[in-house]
T-cell receptor, first 114, second 111 residues
Framework: DSGVTQTPKHLITATGQRVTLRCSPR?????VYWYQQSLDQGLQFLIQ???????AKGNILERFSAQQFPDLHSELNLSSLELGDSALYFC?????????????FGQGTRLTVV | GDSVTQMEGPVTLSEEAFLTINCTYT??????LFWYVQYPGEGLQLLLK?????DKGSNKGFEATYRKETTSFHLEKGSVQVSDSAVYFC??????????FGSGTRLLVRP
């Protein structure tokens, strides 16, 4: 168990809908990273938050947004969903701002858009 | 931009066979390099890392050497076990401290 909790584990929704994925980082970790793992794009970095502030942005679509709350949990919001958004979404957390490689990963949320 | 290329899988081996999973990278400068493992139904775990040329990372019998000349970081294990069946990702840390992953290589070890 990595200590990073993601909910829900599975999500099935229709095209055009909006969903929210939740991540609780390990106790004390200030950085949260979001990744998307899909069959065609592989594993891609989406966005990082550090202590409530956006720290780095990767290949995140404009339809997607994220935030980190004062209690350090994070949410990834995906809207106007398309079939191609079906993927495994991982959250990872680390204690430091610039130590992505030392982050611990959650088990992921599998999103299926039908 | 920076990128990582891994050999395509799946790689199927018998128990106790020798494993090599090839990984090459393209980057400006000399990034830190990593191997991650993803067991079924789980998130990624850091397996080993190397931060400079000629460094050898090792963990759980796996090894990889940072080769600057060939821009490679191949993963090796002398004798694989069924429990090593997983997906392996090669990655680099870019100059903005972001992880860039390869496409992953699935390893299946048969008894």
């Amino acid at each position: 168990d990595s200590g990073v909790t993601q909910t829900p584990k599975h999500l099935i929704t229709a095209t055009g809908q909006r969903v929210t994925l939740r991540c609780s980082p390990r106790s004390g970790d200030l950085s949260v990273y979001w990744y998307q793992q899909s069959l065609d794009q592989g594993l891609q970095f989406l966005i990082q938050y550090y202590n409530g502030e956006e720290r780095a942005k990767g290949n995140i679509l404009e339809r997607f947004s994220a935030q980190q709350f004062p209690d350090l949990h994070s949410e990834l919001n995906l809207s106007s969903l398309e079939l191609g958004d079906s993927a495994l979404y991982f959250c990872a957390s680390s204690a430091h701002r610039d130590r992505a490689s030392e982050a611990f990963f959650g088990q992921g949320t599998r999103l299926t858009v039908v | 931009g920076d990128s990582v290329t891994q050999m395509e899988g799946p790689v199927t081996l018998s128990e106790e066979a020798f494993l090599t999973i090839n990984c090459t990278y393209t980057a400006t400068g000399y990034p830190s390099l990593f191997w991650y493992v993803q067991y079924p139904g789980e998130g990624l775990q850091l397996l080993l890392k190397a931060t400079k040329a000629d460094d050898k990372g090792s963990n759980k019998g796996f090894e990889a050497t940072y080769r600057k000349e060939t821009t490679s970081f191949h993963l090796e294990k002398g004798s694989v076990q069924v429990s090593d069946s997983a997906v392996y990702f090669c990655a680099l840390l870019d100059s903005s401290y972001k992880l860039i992953f390869g496409s992953g290589t699935r390893l299946l070890v048969r008894p």
